[in-house]
């Protein structure tokens, strides 16, 4: 997933209910991948990570999904806050190195 | 643990001139990576560098930038001669040897504005 667009794919959800971002990644080889959450004016925020020889992960409101046919990558949270709405990034590394590619990121709003 | 530390936060300087952003990462850290990142995209590798080494950077441009990471002191880019299409926020990120327990941890980045 390399970052192409000038604008940001938006999505808009109501508070409490579940949201599901998804990225496609480019690399077969990536072996390791990261959700982050950028909030506006402040840098990224790791939210949650999965290796390859996982397909599911889950964490505190978030589940991330992995799947390695298709190349793609799902952020799964549940009961969406407010304090959720941000841009969200995956981002993905390979074969132990430490560069990570980030793909161009999704925006959430959560509508009260 | 103050985490990552960049300054300034803001920077504005003139075309030509100079501009220099720090990082100091995390206590305990002895990786940092610089990357950029433009409006509503995503961030863009520059370099990674561990104390005073340059491991990669094949995301640095040819010409006027350059990164160091010394024994002492936090890491610097540094950037000659700027243009407007330098203008960006820059981000640092640092981790301990090995990344893979909670990815990076990244700063409040330095937004670079060329007038």
């Known amino acids: 997933g390399e970052s192409v667009g000038l604008h940001l794919p938006t999505l808009s959800v109501q508070e409490g209910d579940n949201s599901i971002i998804n990225c496609a990644y480019s690399?077969?080889?990536?072996?390791?991948f990261i959700w982050y959450k950028q909030e506006s004016g402040k840098g990224p925020q790791f939210i949650i990570d999965i290796r390859s020889n996982m397909d599911k992960r889950q964490g505190q409101r978030v589940t991330v999904l992995l799947n390695k046919t298709v190349k793609h990558l799902s952020l799964q949270i549940a009961a969406t806050q407010p304090g959720d709405s941000a841009v969200y990034f995956c981002?993905?590394?390979?074969?132990?190195?430490?560069?990570?590619?980030f793909g161009g990121g999704t925006r959430l709003m959560v509508k009260p | 643990n103050a985490g990552v530390m960049q300054n300034p936060r803001h920077l504005v300087r003139r075309r030509g001139q100079e501009a220099r952003l720090r990082c100091s990462p995390m206590?305990?850290?002895?990786?940092v990576y610089w990357y950029r990142q433009l409006p509503e995209e995503g961030l863009k590798f520059m370099v990674y560098l561990q104390k005073e080494n340059i491991i990669d950077e094949s995301g640095m441009p040819k010409e006027r930038f350059s990164a160091e990471f010394p024994k002492e002191g936090p890491s610097i880019l540094r950037i000659q001669q700027v243009v407007r299409g330098d203008s960006a926020a820059y981000f640092c990120?640092?981790?301990?040897?090995?990344?893979?327990?909670?990815?990076?941890?990244f700063g409040s980045g330095t937004r670079l504005t060329v007038v």
């Open positions: 206590k305990g850290h002895s990786h």
């Open positions: 981002a993905e590394t390979y074969n132990a190195g430490n560069m990570l590619t």
């Open positions: 990120a640092s981790s301990p040897p090995s990344n893979r327990d909670s990815g990076y941890t």
């Open positions: 690399n077969s080889a990536s072996d390791y």
